[in-house]
């Protein structure tokens, strides 16, 4: 027969024991490269339209502030003492934010959530930002961007991103080091492309 005095006391030493193993782990955090130069004001040249950067969609797990982490298989998981200090939908929308106004190329550059409205809109869709344990340890990213005029709400140009980033070690910090890296291919080539868009369709002064 079970002794149900002992079995109480066995599972309040477990509770005491398991209580008093030292302190949950720092929680450390990370964040991506933002451009310095912040002036905001525009190039003689610069484009007469006023450009709004907007949100992008994406699974839960890329609106949270967790890092993710994933196989080469389909299972993926969260690192619960490394995180970022933004969710990196915000995290990517700051940035090409920041370095598209810095540009000097537009005349005016605003966050969709200010309450300006935009000759154009610069949306798109979060797939992938993790990192993969594979044959070869990588920083994935994938996202696609679409520029819609406001006034007609037509799609006028769309970019598509991916992009495997090798890293060195299984370290988070190294790992965050290359989904950075990948971030500022992203808005180099997003840079780019609308540059050259608008160069082929000269906008009218609005």
């Given at each position: 027969m079970i002794n149900r005095r002992a079995v109480a006391w066995a599972l309040m030493i477990a509770g005491g024991v398991s209580g008093g193993c030292g302190s949950a782990r720092p929680i450390k955090y990370y964040a991506l490269t933002v451009p310095g130069n912040m002036t905001p004001t525009a190039e003689p040249s610069a484009y007469p339209i006023t450009l709004t950067v907007g949100t992008l969609r994406a699974p839960s797990l890329y609106r949270e502030d967790h890092i993710v982490y994933s196989s080469a298989g389909e299972g993926m998981g969260l690192y619960d003492s490394h995180r970022w200090v933004e969710p990196p939908t915000d995290m990517l929308q700051s940035v090409l934010f920041r370095e598209l106004r810095a540009s000097g190329r537009y005349r005016t550059v605003n966050l969709m959530r200010s309450n300006a409205r935009g000759d154009y809109l610069l949306q798109g869709r979060l797939y992938d930002f993790k990192e993969v344990d594979g044959s070869q340890l990588v920083a994935r990213v994938a996202v696609e961007y679409e520029l819609q005029e406001t006034k007609s709400g037509t799609t006028v140009w769309s970019h598509y991103y991916a992009h495997?980033?090798?890293?060195?070690?299984?370290?988070?910090?190294?790992?965050?080091?290359?989904?950075?890296?990948?971030?500022?291919?992203?808005?180099?080539?997003?840079?780019?492309?609308?540059?050259?868009?608008?160069?082929?369709?000269?906008?009218?002064?609005?």
């Open positions: 495997d980033e090798p890293v060195s070690a299984k370290d988070v910090s190294v790992v965050v080091a290359g989904l950075d890296r990948n971030v500022q291919g992203i808005v180099a080539q997003v840079k780019t492309g609308l540059e050259q868009y608008f160069a082929e369709h000269p906008p009218a002064a609005q």
